[in-house]
């Protein structure tokens, strides 16, 4: 949890506010926050290389959340998509992400 805190001068008084914000990280936002993208190079993707997809939704940042990986196959795990890097160009290519 990072804290970051504002600062406001207005005529004779400080107002400080602090808002709290989930710190997460993934590798890359296309558009307007459209497309969440992280990239994996296993084969095989896992519940716990989708905690900052989940939490990027949770707060209602994200229009598609996408795992980018090796895996043979498509999936989805609740909202986020599992593509392999082939299929995701294509679908990219095709404007299909909304950017």
Same mark, same amino acid.
């Given at each position: 949890?990072?804290? /970051?805190?504002?600062?406001?001068?207005?005529?004779?008084f400080?107002?400080?506010?602090?808002?709290?914000?989930? @710190?997460?990280?993934?590798? *890359?936002?296309l558009?307007?926050?459209?497309?969440? /993208?992280? @990239?994996?190079?296993?084969k095989?993707?896992?519940?716990?290389?989708?905690?900052? /997809?989940k939490a990027l939704?949770?707060?209602?940042? $994200?229009?598609?959340?996408?795992?980018?990986c090796?895996?043979?196959?498509?999936?989805?795990?609740?909202? %986020?998509?599992? %593509?392999?890097? $082939?299929?995701? /160009?294509?679908?990219?290519?095709?404007?299909? *992400?909304?950017?």
């Amino acid at each position: 949890m990072l804290d /970051l805190i504002i600062l406001h001068k207005n005529e004779d008084f400080m107002k400080k506010e602090i808002f709290k914000f989930k @710190i997460q990280e993934v590798d *890359f936002i296309l558009g307007d926050k459209e497309v969440a /993208l992280e @990239i994996k190079s296993g084969k095989m993707v896992h519940g716990i290389e989708l905690k900052s /997809l989940k939490a990027l939704q949770e707060d209602g940042q $994200t229009k598609h959340s996408v795992v980018v990986c090796c895996e043979k196959y498509p999936r989805e795990v609740g909202n %986020i998509s599992v %593509i392999p890097w $082939t299929i995701f /160009l294509e679908k990219l290519w095709a404007g299909d *992400f909304g950017v």
